[in-house]
């Protein structure tokens, strides 16, 4: 089981990842539903 430090570690990444996602088109501007399917996608990849 993954200690508290690390679970931080992976929020924070996964924070960052999703900012450089948002950076590469930064005059766009996303729904809710659109932000939604882009963390359950970014979520979805990160299990396979």
Known sequence: M??????KDVQK???YDLIR???QNP???YTAKE???L???YI???KQ
């Open 2 to 7: 993954p200690t508290e430090n690390e679970r």
């Open 13 to 15: 990444a996964m924070a």
């Open 21 to 23: 996602i948002f950076e």
């Open 27 to 29: 005059d766009k501007t």
């Open 35 to 37: 932000l939604k399917d």
């Open 39 to 41: 963390i359950d996608a």
């Open 44 to 46: 979805s990849g990160l």
